[in-house]
């Protein structure tokens, strides 16, 4: 998979936690620990995409 693909699965799927967290969030019986988890996902699919996006393959 080249480098950017790679990228674009990645956003693809920092956009589906964001929405599965959003989810969760408005669920009546709202499970915080579950929450937690998907938003640390979500973080280290952001620092993974930063770092692919700011190394010296892209400049």
């Known amino acids: ?6 990228l674009v699965e990645l956003e693809r799927r920092h956009e589906a936690l964001k929405k599965e967290i959003e989810q969760e969030q408005h669920h009546p019986r709202r499970n915080e620990v579950k929450i937690h988890e998907l938003k640390r996902k979500k ?16 400049h």
């Open 1 to 6: 998979m080249s480098l950017q693909g790679h």
């Open 43 to 58: 973080l280290q699919l952001k620092d993974e995409i930063a770092k692919l996006r700011c190394g010296p393959t892209l």
